[in-house]
Every structure is written in structure tokens, then in C-alpha cells.
């Protein structure tokens, strides 16, 4: 993979372990191998999904590269710094370019702090406002995602759960930055919501030519809004590629698998479709599975699978794949 | 005598809250009959999960209460049981699976103790008969060992094989109705691919009707042959499943497709989304409760509660307005 100006974020080798420690002195005695060695790049202005089942280390990706986590090892370089090497000062001023939307719009938010506490706080703490200018800045930033600045005075309780997520969308908004790691927005609001925040997420980008990773497990959602999606798979992406490349042509048995695995609204294309029905569980994290790490359930795992890890190589441009059989799928 | 399994009408259920009385179910009457599959989707407070728990029994009270309606099941009235009776239909002729796998199950209990508990309540088995047949469930649904798994505690289970233990347990007494409340929305994908596959087998092997509450149209698609569509503590339409998603007919159900991205989708278009939303239901809806969110809406919407019509042959709607033409219906 090649870096230019075109990149925004650059996450090489990427690897954090979670320590488990045990007995009387607390020995370290294994870890949760969360994230193991990912790779990949961001463009400016577009949106990566990143798609996997809940453990496969997804969320996690996306805390460590906002350094919410020290990760154990490899690097992140946002706008051509790296992040790994920064340390108080620097990286808060850096953070302001990198913000975070969370799954839980009922968690994320302090129940104690009006509105405009909460959309106003980034702008205090960074001190990029002036104190009497706050207030109309935080009315400005409750119309940009649909909400009556009439609200401001009001506390989380009295909103709805999309409501809470337009508040912590524009909480997000307030320090005007440029990459949003949005987790799981929509996982936690009703199907009639959902699309209202998927809508405003994408009026958002448009407007403020923001670059977003998009965590989800609703691979139609993925598909929907990202331009590329890359597949996670028990700490590991197994597979990277345009969105309408992943759906049509997924090269990874995962891929093939989680997407066959989807329901579709229409029970007549549901019925013609190929299911391939994965059998047992993921493994787990804290003791995966030697060389490829879904051989446990793949359908065409053969001994060497076992023994080597396979490499996250670019079957065809654009298209990465960590399968030695990849090629098997090519048209 | 009608000729359904289970016969409901008019169903009222309230709860006494804090703030005042909650209406949750307003008016739902619906039948099922032997050995179809109802979907039944709605959103989070729409009522589809109340409606099943008042006609099981199991709506606490107080808080709640069931205000009207009956519910027929081989000619008795589950809503007039009483605790002693019910409890003789619920696990022996109707077997329930909620949602959440982690908690449904005792923890301190063994998986073969509660898998033989209702066979020797409802069957009368003895503990070495009931042992048999425990075992004999766990490999019905596909849980490999299963003989030695039986001494085995909900902990050492993952997420899925729990689900398949409860619906082992709701089938183990072979109900003429199981009733499954959102049973896959706490698994991964995969995972309910591999329980919907389950579900599917065991309906052809043992006959039985299932009531799939869900709020997923996908998952209802694959597996549903009739769908209810709940919104506001009613039933807002009612068709066969193909019917369903190819004419939507209802606003909430055309908006609540349009809403869905398809994973097989050809092209990116905007999502629709629906204004607003759903109602918190502190007053008995006089009106379509649909109405403020509605672009169709009409003066009538805001006065009178439609009730379902037939407009083509098994298939009804609740709505004054013919989204078709955008006029009165």
C-alpha cells in the first residue's frame, strides 16, 4: 500500500493485546489477542466500514486509533503524523482533528448536564471559543443535525434515543474535525430511526467533507454507506475492497459466508438465494486458532491453513485478501 | 368455534406508570392457525411482545393489567385462566423463547435439570426417563456430546448453543405453539442464520405452529408465512408474506421498507426515513396514532383510528387513505 496526499489516516501492523493476569501476585498468564496485526488506509473525504460479529475486534481497531488505547505495537499516521509516538499535549491538540461517535446515545451522554453543557464542553475544554460565544455556537451546531435550539436548556432524559444520537453527533461536530470513528451509531435505535441518522451522517459529509470509519455488524447498512468495507474477522481483516467489489465478489469464504448469512426484506429473493451456514462459534480471542484464523469454520480449509498465517495480499487492484484459495473465487 | 389455534380478540393491555397509565395494547385481535408461521414486527413499545405475554399469562400484575379481550386456545380463554391452569398450557402445549439467552436460563442450575424439569411436571416422565429425552433434545438441536453436556452449567454454553438449549426446552413437551420473541437479536449473524436454520427444520419435523415476534423484516421474511405489522398497540396491517413486501400498503410499512438498505441492493439511493418518532401512549389512541408521522395524513386521520380493512383477499389495513392513489380510501 502506497501513501499519498490522498490519505488521510495510514494504520500499518496495528496489534493490541488486552493482558489477563491470574493468582495471588497477578501473573500475566495470557492475553486477549483484540486487535492482531492490522493494515489499512483511509482517503480523505470517504467512508470505510468496517464490518464484523461482536469480539472480532472492530471497536477496538477504532479506540486505538484515536489512542484512547496505547496500542501494543504498530503504528497510526493521521494527516502524515504519527499518533503511537505523540503524548499529552500534542495529541490533545491533535484530537480535536479525530472524534468519536458512540453506539449507546443512553450511556454516552452525562444525565446530569443540559444539551448545551454537553455540545458546548469540547469547545471549553479546547478553548477554541470564547466563553460568551459558546451558547450561539452550540445553537448553530444543534440546527446542523436537526435539532430546535430551543432544546439546549434541556437534559438527555427528555430526548429520544435518536434525538441522543443527534446530541452526540454534534457534540462530535463542535471541535470541527476532519476524521469521525463512528461505532456502532445506529446499532442501538429503531429501524425508522436508524435512517434518519444514516441520512444526517451523510448530509454531514457532504457539508463538512469529513472522512469517516463506520464500525457496524448490519453489513446492508456497511453497504450502504461506506465506499469501501473492510471485513474483520476474530482480530484480523480478512478481506478490503470497494463496497459494491465486497458484495459482488467477495473473495474471502468469511465474506461469502457473512454475507449470505443476511436477511433480505423480500422473501421471494430470499428463498433463491445460496446460504452457506457456518458451523459452531467464533473462538476465542484469548487463544485463536494457529495460522488462519477462521480455518476452525472455513468449508475449504486444508492442512496448510494450520500452519502459516496467510499473507493480506492484493489479489486484484484494490482488492486485499487474506486467503491462500482467493484465487478460486476470481471470475 | 372458530378454526384457528389460537383465537384472539380485542386485546387490552395497560400498565400503571409513574407518569400515568401506559397503553400499550389497544384493540389487537388476530388468529393463527395449525402450524403456520406469524411474523409479527414492530418497533421497540409497538406492543408486539405485551401482546404475547397477556396471552400467556405472564404480564405482571399490577402493574399491569389486561383490560379486554380473549384469547382462544382449544376452546378456553387463556386471559380467564388462572395461575394454576395457565401454568398447565404454558411449556406442555404452548413453548416460549425470549430474546436474551444470557438471562432466560438459571444460572446455578444445570442444562439437564431444566430440560427435564417440564418433562416431568407436564409429561409425568420419571428423572431417568426425563434424563433420556433431555439428551435426546440437546441433539435435536444440534449440540454435539450432548449425553455429557447435560451436567454442563448455562456459563459453559456460548450465546447461540443457549438458544438452541431454550428452544430445545420450549419444544420439549412437542407444544402445538411456539412463541419466540425476538429470539435472534442478541446473535451474530452467522449465528441466526444457523438458529433460523434450526427453527425451519424442527417446523418441518414437528409440525408445529410458531408465532416469530421480530423486529427485523428481513428475518421475518425468510421464515414468516403470514406478518402482522404493529404500531401504537395495533395491528396496522396483516397479509400473507409475499403480499407484504411486495405491496406494502400501510404508510408505516412502505416507509419502514423504504427505510431498510438491502445487502443485495443494485444501486446507493437515499434511505427513507420516516419523521419523528414512534408514540409514547399515555392516552388510548382516538386517532390513527401513525398520523404525525404520516405524509399521507388527512383531516380524518387526526379524528377517527382507522380499523383493518380487507383490501384484497388476506390482506387488511388499518389506514383511511389508499396510498396508492393518495386519496380516501
Redesign the interface.
Known amino acids: 500500500m502506497t501513501s499519498n496526499n490522498d490519505t488521510l489516516l495510514k494504520v500499518d501492523d496495528l496489534t493490541m493485546h488486552f493482558p489477563i493476569y491470574r493468582g495471588v501476585f497477578q501473573r500475566q498468564v495470557g492475553a486477549v489477542r483484540a486487535v492482531d496485526g492490522v493494515s489499512f488506509e483511509v482517503k480523505r473525504g470517504e467512508t470505510l466500514g468496517l464490518v464484523g460479529?461482536?469480539g472480532c475486534g472492530k471497536s477496538t481497531t477504532g479506540r486505538t486509533i484515536l489512542q484512547l488505547y496505547k496500542p501494543t505495537a504498530g503504528s497510526v499516521t493521521f494527516d502524515g503524523q504519527d499518533l503511537v509516538k505523540m503524548k499529552g499535549e500534542e495529541l490533545r491538540i491533535m484530537r480535536r482533528k479525530m472524534q468519536m461517535i458512540f453506539q449507546d446515545p443512553y450511556a454516552s451522554l452525562n444525565p446530569r448536564m443540559t444539551v448545551e453543557e454537553l455540545v458546548g464542553e469540547p469547545l471549553i475544554v479546547h478553548n477554541v471559543v470564547p466563553p460568551k460565544e459558546v451558547s450561539e455556537h452550540v445553537k448553530h451546531l444543534l440546527e446542523t443535525v436537526n435539532l430546535n435550539p430551543a432544546f439546549a436548556s434541556r437534559y438527555p432524559h427528555e430526548f429520544?434515543?435518536?434525538?441522543r444520537q443527534r446530541i452526540g453527533i454534534a457534540r462530535a461536530l463542535a471541535l470541527q474535525p476532519s476524521f469521525i470513528v463512528c461505532d456502532e451509531p445506529i446499532s442501538a435505535l429503531?429501524?425508522?430511526?436508524?435512517?434518519?441518522v444514516?441520512?444526517l451522517l451523510?448530509e454531514l459529509q457532504d457539508q463538512f467533507n469529513l472522512t469517516y470509519l463506520f464500525i457496524a455488524?448490519d453489513?446492508?447498512?456497511v453497504?450502504?454507506i461506506s465506499d469501501r468495507v473492510a471485513v474483520m474477522y476474530l482480530g484480523v481483516i480478512v478481506e478490503l475492497t470497494g463496497r459494491d467489489e465486497l458484495?459482488n465478489k467477495p473473495l474471502h469464504p468469511y465474506t461469502q459466508?457473512?454475507?449470505?448469512?443476511?436477511?433480505?426484506?423480500?422473501?421471494?429473493?430470499?428463498?433463491q438465494r445460496q446460504?452457506t451456514?457456518?458451523?459452531g462459534?467464533?473462538p476465542s480471542p484469548a487463544n485463536p486458532p494457529s495460522g488462519c484464523r477462521f480455518r476452525t469454520r472455513c468449508p475449504i480449509a486444508e492442512a496448510r491453513c494450520a500452519e502459516a498465517r496467510p499473507e493480506f495480499r492484493e489479489v486484484e487492484p484494490g482488492h486485499f485478501v487474506a486467503c491462500f484459495f482467493a484465487e478460486r473465487f476470481l471470475k | 368455534m372458530s378454526n384457528y389455534l389460537l383465537d384472539v380478540q380485542g386485546l387490552e393491555t395497560t400498565f400503571k406508570t409513574p407518569d400515568g397509565v401506559l397503553h400499550a395494547v389497544n384493540g389487537v385481535s388476530f388468529g393463527l392457525k395449525e402450524g403456520e408461521t406469524l411474523g409479527v414486527v414492530g418497533e421497540s413499545g409497538c406492543g408486539k411482545s405485551v401482546t404475547m405475554l397477556s396471552v400467556l399469562g405472564l404480564i405482571p400484575s399490577p402493574p399491569g393489567e389486561i383490560k379486554a379481550g380473549k384469547a382462544m386456545f382449544f376452546g378456553h380463554d387463556l386471559v380467564k385462566m388462572t395461575n394454576a391452569e395457565i401454568r398447565q398450557v404454558r411449556g406442555a402445549q404452548i413453548g416460549m423463547v425470549f430474546q436474551d439467552p444470557m438471562t432466560s436460563l438459571n444460572p446455578v442450575l444445570t442444562i439437564g435439570r431444566q430440560l427435564e424439569e417440564p418433562l416431568m411436571l407436564h409429561v409425568g416422565m420419571n428423572k431417568k426417563q426425563a434424563s433420556e429425552r433431555a439428551a435426546e433434545l440437546l441433539e435435536m438441536v444440534g449440540i454435539p456430546n450432548a449425553k455429557d453436556r447435560l451436567s454442563d452449567y448455562p456459563h459453559q454454553f456460548s450465546g447461540g448453543m443457549r438458544q438452541r438449549v431454550m428452544i430445545a426446552m420450549a419444544l420439549s413437551c412437542s407444544p402445538q405453539l411456539l412463541i419466540a420473541d425476538e429470539p435472534t437479536t442478541a446473535l451474530d449473524v452467522t449465528i441466526q442464520a444457523q438458529i433460523m436454520d434450526l427453527v425451519k427444520r424442527l417446523r418441518n419435523e414437528l409440525g408445529m405452529a410458531i408465532i416469530w415476534i421480530s423486529h427485523d423484516l428481513g428475518v421475518v421474511a425468510g421464515l414468516a408465512q403470514r406478518v402482522i405489522v404493529m404500531y401504537g398497540g395495533l395491528i396496522i396491517e396483516e397479509a400473507s408474506v409475499n403480499d407484504l413486501y411486495a405491496n406494502p400498503t400501510h404508510p408505516y410499512t412502505i416507509g419502514l421498507l423504504g427505510s431498510l438498505p438491502r445487502v443485495d441492493a443494485k444501486e446507493r439511493t437515499k434511505l427513507y426515513s420516516i419523521e419523528g418518532s414512534p408514540p409514547v401512549l399515555y392516552n388510548k389512541p382516538t386517532a390513527c396514532p401513525f398520523a404525525p408521522r404520516c405524509k399521507w395524513a388527512m383531516e380524518r386521520c387526526w379524528k377517527e383510528n382507522p380499523a383493518l380493512e380487507t383490501v384484497s383477499p388476506e390482506h387488511r389495513v388499518a389506514c383511511w387513505v389508499d396510498t396508492k392513489t393518495g386519496r380516501a380510501r
Not at chain 1, 429503531?190 to 434518519?196: E, L, R
Open positions: 460479529e461482536s429520544s434515543g435518536g434525538q429503531d429501524v425508522s430511526i436508524q435512517a434518519q444514516v441520512n451523510e455488524h453489513l446492508s447498512m453497504r450502504h458484495y459466508a457473512l454475507l449470505s448469512a443476511v436477511p433480505i426484506p423480500d422473501p421471494v429473493a430470499d428463498a446460504r451456514i457456518l458451523e462459534d467464533v
